[in-house]
């Protein structure tokens, strides 16, 4: 009785049986017009354009439709990727208390991908391999699980002070720790806690030649996890900044050659390595040097006002080649088991000045070639700049105007400044471009400001050194600011992003919690013009800080190198099932399930253990093919893998619910995606088949 | 010593001192700068656009530059929004395996925010909340918690068949879940764990005025989480489609009026509801009529081939009517707690009835007016179109072809198949337009076919009925698709959405894992022109299904109703702290903080408990502002909040660990944000201010 439609041509159009019986689709048709379609545009690309009165016409209509000038067409002309076009820039991004890290396009500002770091996230299995899942194990602190994080300051690796494009660092403010990031496969390697602190904010960034990543502290508190109540602030409570040796061969950061600089408890905020001039040096703002210890709720002024209450706070210069030395002659003392360089050392080694700094200062930025520190003050009109000319002869001078309380050394405001250049209100943070300028975010104008360098840099444009350009209104709320390439030593000066904080009525509503703005601005033409170019709604997250590199300076894996990689070993792994091995085997209570994955099934697809069985499952995903990701999950079991081409997984639970769970293929895999699936079959102890139903379960026929 | 420079008039000019010593922000620069935007873009829009000759040298100059071509132009033109400027859809999207729904602006094709549903995110402090978090409480599936999802579907509720944007409900495919979001403030509600089954698959989808929230299975197993091996599959595995009762009022499912079918054991897919000619019905694909249970590890056919064999599945055609009065009958049996209509009973009562279907069926997909049913099966290329006018005529005049393995009546193909037409490869998806066309996805033809349906939808167009019309390839392997309001009683026929699968080289790379592939097409134009406008790569998850909505229909809040705003409950909560209440009390071990935030502190800012207290905490944003979102976190605790204008949070914790934490704000709220803090002063049960390192601390001066 079944009616037979004509569909064998078809199906044998598209499926081929292979002598195993297994069904593979062909990729003939999407190849044939990928291939296509990039014949078709690079032809086209090698036209010149030249608009017809006709299709100037269309453009018209076009614009009219949609109420756009001719500024938007030029934009939307500026920003616009056709079809398989690619960015130019990657902006690696915070992803803030979201606990990530998003890569976004430049200058389409379309998301890439987000990089899961400091918070559990399934689509690409991160945090969800089992009970001994090595993600959760790095996310424990004290032994409970942190299972989040809040991203502040993404640092790409550098070499010569360069993006180098191989390595991602990005600091978790909330937690006081640090993740690396591969940048060959995009994924998290190694999460450090640091020993001493609970709050970071200079974190992370790198010397020039990623040498070390600096982690610098935020809020003071005992150093390594310890106790003192507010009336204690100044004897007990101290800042920190921990230097992480970072081992390029390996990818990870070595504990065990890292060291931390005691501070005083100012609230230290961000940082910049040296450079060139600079190289050797850091330097770190704080602020709350009056320790203000808040409470509010016994009448005292709130932190707000009691930490703002000077005029100046301390830049922190810091020698870190004599840190280095210090720490390599035994100088350090161990807090919490971790080595430290205490301020009686950084002052008797020559590690630690400070220099007066203009008010509530946000930002520090290095200018290029390393000559120039720039210090924003957000309760200034102005920025001061610092040249490390100066400071190195006020140094070598001792042209000190006193101490602290703790004897560090001041030196003179007026001996280390170069320039102080009025912008407007709210001066947090500072980038650079190619042509001698400098871009403040100014959050309380909500507009970038493009002012002009000196020294070397007057050369490089028309205006008068140290001087104020031009602004762009941008909405609002800035924070930092981004140029392409913009804190390296080769600033490239055609693109700048806004991380606007407040988005408010820039887009259609989204509930109370708004999405922040990224803003993109063509800064490629001097002087004056320098417009909003698109706005870009970041509603996955509150980003804080990004780097934007070449995307040619990636040299990201497609797939993996090998049928059975461990990625978080980065190497082959011996476990790896091969084909052929396959199946299920037990030892006393304990089952160890080889499993291979290949478009469109796993092998095999029942597994059969008893309640209580502890179960080791190894999974290989048998592609080579790009894009052929696989997922794996065992639903109600809380597992859910992502299986990318080559990748080897191992993962291990008790099976402590009886019943029959479908296991299938999470990631859109083939037109036979949705039977790539099998059963863990889990047999109850008591009962051999008895369904876990009050009543009869189902009607039998 | 301190050098003074000018600060103090630029700081008064932008803080307000107020009586109570607190600093706040003036918004006036950014308020003011707002109004001048929305007035001069007004005044832009209004003039008419009619590019001079010097206007379009400079597109040229630019498209030269990019490499763009006049369509490129267009497109740009098309989809570009100028800054402030609102899209004209939401774009509700799964987030696949993220768990979570994702928001899209359309034309602009730009993420406006994801909404956390399955997975805790802690942007939007969801699941960070300490130990009784409401959230992580509904996602423990038999008393484990299980903290990821299979977001597939997303259904928004609708009045009259037609969205009416005030809920949004999405399935868990891994775990069998339907959660429930509400449009207001775009939160996650409720989430149900349905009682029967492990997996679902059609879910969500609505009854035309959202009286049930359909959740239909996918991979049969034990009903009530049973176990039996798979010699057992025929006798004791079955499928099962669950009708949960929607309460509007409440805005809650009602668990305690839902009921479910039993159906056999095939893998129930798709599905859609009826609507006009149809309202009463609803439709379910089902692949694996085969009843193949694989095992390619003992020589069986691997599922993917032995689900394939048969030519035709089964269309279940549900009078969902009948059943809810056989439930309120009291026919329904008891499996696990909840009510199941067995299969004799949907046999006895007229409720379920099959109609074949080729093969290996995906979509099924009602049209506009209710009369026709596409269902496409992704093994034939043909879709093929059922009439209810028919369906309705066979089932009252009894022509079967016979009955299943189960009892269940089989309609006649030729006397319920309306028309049947031949698209290409893979056909999956279909959804309609204002123009009488149908689109459907064609997944190994990477293509969106655009073709003609009948009846009275002949007159809207030139071409001739059930014809394939036009083709236009996309990049890659399209799996559904999504029209403006296309699968509502009245399509907007401008815009369709390609939910692309594969990008592999449309985009920069991001490592062996790379995003999924939005592309929007402009389906404005009758006839055979459908442009991809835009190229959308999705790198935050793996989307399934979306639904596009009029932005206009959307009554989203911009703040909290009242400042004390409880999200769980959409009411006033009478816990929730006033200003002057503040203040931590003790009631034995246990400890209650009353606690107030405002720009820019908290208020107390310091807490101080004994470790091992147990310690709950009120917190509440006293903001009215739009945008003046706080954060709230307390360091090394797992605590992370997210405090929208006027929401009130509880949460409780054990103060486990010793140790003076900062809890800070972490949601950047003014100038003064990083000031926002205090301390949470854990006094360790041994020693009183005994610090925790191994050796002297800090120096002392």
Chains 1, 2 share one sequence.
Not at 428 to 438: E, P, R
Not at 628 to 650: D, K, Q, R, V
Request: hydrophobic share 40%.
């Amino acid at each position: 009785m079944r009616p037979q439609i004509r569909v064998r041509a078809a199906t044998a159009a598209f499926i081929t049986i292979l002598a195993g019986g297994v069904l593979l689709e062909s990729s003939v048709p999407a190849a044939m017009a990928q291939q296509e379609g990039r014949r078709r545009r690079a032809a086209a690309d090698a036209r010149p354009v030249e608009l017809t009165p006709d299709q100037v016409a269309q453009l018209n209509r076009v614009a009219n439709e949609r109420k756009l000038n001719v500024d938007d067409l030029l934009a939307a002309a500026k920003t616009f990727m056709p079809s398989g076009r690619h960015d130019e820039y990657v902006l690696f991004s915070s992803g803030g208390q979201s606990g990530q890290v998003f890569a976004i396009g430049v200058p389409s500002m379309r998301l890439l991908r987000s990089i899961a770091v400091f918070t559990p996230e399934s689509w690409q299995g991160y945090g969800f391999a089992g009970d001994d899942d090595p993600v959760l194990k790095q996310l424990d602190i004290n032994g409970k699980p942190v299972l989040w994080g809040d991203t502040h300051h993404p640092a790409l690796s550098e070499t010569a002070g360069d993006y180098d494009g191989q390595f991602l660092f990005i600091g978790d403010k909330a937690n006081a720790r640090v993740a690396v990031i591969d940048l060959r496969d995009w994924e998290t390697k190694q999460i450090v806690k640091n020993p001493l602190t609970i709050s970071d904010h200079g974190a992370a960034f790198v010397t020039p030649n990623t040498e070390y990543v600096i982690e610098g502290g935020q809020y003071a508190t005992v150093l390594g996890y310890g106790y003192a109540p507010p009336e204690e602030y100044k004897k007990l409570y101290r800042g920190m900044v921990t230097m992480w040796k970072f081992d390029r061969s390996k990818g990870r950061i070595d504990e065990s050659a890292s060291f931390a600089l005691e501070l005083p408890p100012y609230w230290q905020d961000l940082a910049d390595a040296g450079k060139g001039a600079s190289d050797g040096f850091f330097f770190i703002n704080s602020f709350n040097v009056e320790m203000a210890v808040g409470g509010v709720e016994k009448g005292n002024p709130p932190f707000e006002a009691g930490a703002s209450k000077r005029d100046m706070d301390y830049l922190h210069i810091v020698d870190w080649k004599k840190a280095e030395a210090a720490f390599k002659a035994g100088k350090a003392k161990k807090i919490n088991g971790f080595p430290v360089l205490m301020i009686e050392t950084l002052i008797a080694d020559g590690i630690l000045y400070f220099a007066p700094e203009p008010k509530s200062p946000h930002g520090v930025d290095v200018s290029p070639n390393g000559q120039y520190m720039v210090v924003a003050g957000k309760l200034d009109p102005h920025v001061t700049v610092y040249s490390i000319d100066r400071i190195k002869r006020a140094i070598a001078e001792r042209k000190y105007s006193g101490t602290d309380d703790y004897g560090v050394p001041i030196l003179d405001f007026d001996a280390v400044k170069e320039a102080q250049v009025e912008l407007g209100l709210g001066p947090l943070h500072t980038q650079f471009d190619n042509k001698g300028y400098a871009y403040t975010s100014l959050f309380l104008d909500s507009a970038v400001a493009r002012w002009t360098l000196g020294g070397e840099y007057a050369a490089l444009n028309a205006e008068k050194p140290w001087t104020l350009v031009a602004k762009t209104p941008v909405q609002y709320n800035i924070g930092h600011l981004c140029a392409a390439e913009g804190d390296t030593v080769s600033p490239d000066g055609n693109y700048l992003i806004s991380m606007s904080k407040w988005s408010v009525d820039r887009f259609l509503p989204t509930g109370p919690l708004l999405p922040q703005n990224f803003q993109l601005l063509d800064i490629g033409a001097p002087g004056t013009a320098m417009p909003v170019l698109f706005d870009m709604p970041i509603g996955v997250g509150e980003p804080h800080y990004c780097q934007m590199i070449k995307a040619d300076k990636l040299k990201t894996w497609l797939v993996y190198p090998e049928i059975g990689w461990n990625p978080h070993t980065q190497k082959l792994d011996p476990r790896a099932p091969k084909k052929g091995e396959e199946g299920v085997t037990r030892d006393g209570n304990n089952v160890l399930v080889k499993m291979t994955a290949i478009r469109s099934h796993f092998f095999p697809e029942h597994v059969e253990v008893n309640e209580g069985d502890r179960v080791t499952w190894r999974i290989v995903a048998m592609e080579t093919t790009q894009d052929a990701t696989h997922g794996f999950c065992i639903g109600g079991y809380n597992i859910n893998l992502s299986l990318e081409p080559g990748e080897f997984i191992e993962f291990t639970f008790t099976a402590d619910r009886a019943g029959t769970y479908p296991f299938y293929c999470t990631e859109f895999c083939s037109a036979l995606h949705l039977e790539m699936m099998g059963y863990f079959h889990v047999k109850p102890k008591a009962a051999a088949a008895a369904p876990a139903a009050e009543e009869p379960v189902a009607s039998r026929k």
